[in-house]
């Protein structure tokens, strides 16, 4: 079967949903097609010579405002792709229960070619370029980072946002992923990682989904293969192996691949990563070129959390992982899709399991224009609480409470506790929804449908409450 382009791939992944619902066509298209794109040129002095950028903004879906979803800086990049993300941002929110639309960004740039003070300018005039045509603000349409982009690039768009509409008094929201200091929240940069360890442990959690995908047990001692150290593949493989137990027998980085079946420090490796630029020549594990064969090899679970269109009609016969745990976005194409399904490996969905970032974006959004921090009124009442209760029963049995318990007790929640409980309850809801939606409809069988279908049910119900016209 031949490769569709990104679009159609999620298209025909979301058609595959409405299938086994009963929804009028109508509606069905107008959930599914990008509401609006803007293409933007601009020109940009660099090293005393003129540039000229194009930039893209989606948006997917405006049946909540603001619609949501990252900028992403790439050397390769259409407008396609962008539409395809949207889309995806559109059904994430969705199932994910965040009140948000979709939508995505894209500027075609290589960010390595440029120093930070000709990032700064483009970012900017990028920026100003959105705003003023309304694609950028708090209310209607709100950025966040991507492939290529971090807080750095948020803090210059929100200060690009905040000169050019300073009577807007929530300035801060208008784009999420901020560094702390700026207005960001704590918990946001590890927020899509801690969500992939937050989404496998549900799934593990669950007997008839772990013995479905012909494996037992918990997570500890599975083994995992991970595509791409990057700020998602870094963040799920450190949690997943310092606290889970797990063991990342392999690592696919874009100089090459690192195995060792003992399992490898995801954290040292990292900061080789980024100290040697790239994963050869770390000494604990053994380093070879073959990034696709790696791909293939034996594994509990293969985590690609790199970019879309990785595991194709070409290689998903010969993949050997149980679980495809999808990190990134649109990893797994439509055809490969169908294959795995057919030979019974379980794909956990990138709508699903890669939502941890926006679902920490609605919380700093939230928090931007609440205007005040998370925990910062209860915090002490909380540990003064706490503090009561270990004393209350320490007097009434005469034991000591022991120290860890008490500590824990005398605890007020801080921002942080706060983000990584709401992104848990998000996540187990969530992934209980699409559970629970492939139980009661013989149609579904797979995750990915039943995400799509609980999106869809929740976007048409909003279109319906409406009545568009
Ligand atoms: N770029 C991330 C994603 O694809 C985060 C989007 C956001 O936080 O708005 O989900």
Not at 259 to 281: D, F, H, M, T
Not at 402 to 428: C, F, N, Q, Y
């Amino acid at each position: 079967m031949g490769e569709l382009s990104f679009r159609e791939s999620v298209n025909r992944m979301v058609d595959r949903a409405i299938t086994t619902m009963d929804l009028e066509p109508g509606l069905a298209s107008a959930i599914k097609g990008c509401n609006s794109v803007l293409q933007v040129r601009f020109p940009v002095l660099i090293r005393d010579k003129i540039e000229v950028f194009t930039g893209w903004r989606a948006v997917h879906s405006t049946h909540r405002l603001p619609a949501k979803g990252g900028i992403r800086f790439a050397p390769t990049v259409a407008q396609d792709e962008v539409e395809a993300l949207a889309a995806l941002m559109t059904y994430k929110c969705a199932i994910m229960d965040i009140p948000f639309g979709g939508s995505k960004g894209a500027l075609l740039i290589d960010p390595r070619k440029y120093t930070r003070d000709e990032m700064q300018p483009i970012t900017r005039r990028f920026t100003l370029e959105l705003a003023r045509k309304q694609f950028l603000s708090p209310a209607t349409n709100v950025p966040a980072p991507d492939m290529g982009t971090g807080q750095r690039e948020m803090a210059w768009m929100a200060d690009t946002y905040k000169n050019l509409c300073p009577e807007d008094i929530n300035y801060l929201a208008s784009v999420t992923g901020k560094p702390v200091q700026h207005g960001g929240i704590h918990g946001r940069v590890e927020a899509t990682g801690r969500g992939v360890q937050y989404g496998l442990r549900e799934f593990f959690r669950h007997t008839g989904a772990v013995t479905a995908a012909g494996l037992s047990g918990d997570l500890d001692g599975k083994r995992v293969i991970i595509q791409g150290l990057g700020n998602v593949g870094y963040h799920a493989s450190k949690f997943l192996t310092e606290e889970d137990g797990v063991k990342v027998i392999a690592v696919i980085e874009h100089d090459g691949v690192i195995a060792n079946p003992k399992g490898l420090l995801i954290e040292e490796l990292y900061r080789y990563k980024v100290a040697n630029k790239g994963v050869k020549g770390y000494p604990d594990g053994t380093f070879h070129n073959d990034s696709a064969a790696a791909l293939e090899m034996e594994c509990d679970v293969l985590i690609p959390a790199a970019m879309e269109g990785q595991i194709t009609a070409d290689n998903a016969p010969r993949i050997q992982a149980k679980i495809i745990a999808e990190a990134a976005n649109g990893p797994v194409t439509y055809a490969a899709d169908k294959l795995l399904r057919d030979r019974g490996v379980v794909i956990i969905p990138d709508a699903f399991l890669n939502a941890g970032g926006v679902v920490v974006s609605y919380f700093e959004w939230v928090q931007n224009i609440s205007h005040i921090r998370f925990g910062r009124l209860q915090r002490r009442l909380d540990e003064g609480r706490g503090n009561y209760y270990t004393t209350a029963l320490e007097e009434l049995t005469g034991k000591a409470v022991p120290e860890k318990l008490r500590s824990w007790i005398g605890h007020g929640a801080d921002e942080l506790d706060l983000v990584r409980s709401g992104l848990d309850d998000t996540m187990r809801l969530a992934f209980q929804e699409m559970l629970a939606r492939r139980e009661e409809n013989p149609k579904i069988k797979d995750l990915r449908t039943a995400a799509f279908s609980v999106a869809i049910e929740k976007i048409a119900q909003s279109y319906i409450d409406v009545s568009p016209y």
